[in-house]
Antibody, heavy 119, light 109 residues
Framework: VQLVESGGDLVQPGGSLRLSCAAS????????MSWVRQAPGKEPEWVSV???????YYADSVKGRFTISRDNSRNSLYLQMNGLRAEDTAVYYC??????????????WGPGTLVTVSS | EIVLTQSPGTLSLSPGERATLSCRAS???????LAWYQQKHGQAPRLLIY???SRAAGIPDRFSGSGSGTDFTLTITRLEPEDFAVYYC??????????FGGGTKVEIK
């Protein structure tokens, strides 16, 4: 099982960015998949989850600005981030849940990609 | 939303010693939905414990979790050099949110 994120960058406040996560060794379509972020020196923060027939949940802090999606044919997960703010600066991790019964804990993580929002 | 408070902030111990980390929830945690993670510098977190007491796959038995209600504990019976890291607890349920605690750093004394 492997997850590899990409797409992190330096972006100005109000800007947009799309993160990607390539999975191998399992099918993203068969698992609950989340994005989790971690600001410098802080604890991790769950951001969003996608599951089933593309059902989704979002943290209140990103609702209406971020969109999670997946492409089963590419075995990849995505996070479209719009209206970025300084407080969105963090390492963003793609993470897999071990089961549908405990879908907000994460047994596999990618190495992360850094998003910096600054002018 | 449940708030998790971890203590102490930093634990200074020597290899071979026992580490006891605390996680206190602001409200009772249903079904013992409490997880523990280990994070080393520059790496992603690693799942250690879920359901308050169940070890994740591949986790050595020197790591154990206990507790219920609002008070939970992660115990490392004999610290190995690779165990010096930051540890986070996380509350989860059948719907979001899924907050993490502020972390405990276990450092070499």
């Amino acid at each position: 099982v492997q997850l590899v994120e990409s797409g992190g960058d330096l972006v100005q406040p109000g800007g947009s960015l799309r993160l990607s996560c390539a999975a191998s060794g399992f099918s993203v379509g068969g698992h609950y998949m989340s994005w989790v972020r971690q600001a410098p020196g802080k604890e991790p923060e769950w951001v969003s989850v996608i599951y089933g027939g593309d059902s989704t949940y979002y943290a209140d802090s990103v609702k209406g600005r971020f969109t999670i999606s997946r492409d089963n044919s590419r075995n990849s997960l995505y996070l479209q981030m719009n209206g970025l703010r300084a407080e969105d600066t963090a390492v963003y991790y793609c993470a897999r849940a071990p089961s549908r019964w405990e879908f907000l804990i994460f047994d596999f993580w990618g190495p992360g990609t850094l998003v910096t929002v600054s002018s | 939303e449940i708030v998790l408070t971890q203590s102490p902030g930093t634990l200074s111990l020597s290899p071979g010693e026992r580490a006891t980390l605390s996680c206190r929830a602001s409200q009772s945690v249903s079904n013992r939905y409490l997880a523990w993670y280990q994070q080393k510098h520059g790496q992603a977190p690693r799942l250690l414990i879920y359901g308050a007491t169940s070890r994740a796959a591949g986790i050595p038995d020197r790591f154990s979790g206990s507790g219920s209600g609002t008070d939970f504990t992660l115990t490392i019976t004999r610290l190995e050099p690779e165990d010096f890291a930051v540890y986070y607890c996380q509350h989860y349920d059948r719907s979001p949110p899924a907050p993490f605690g502020g972390g405990t750093k276990v450092e070499i004394k």
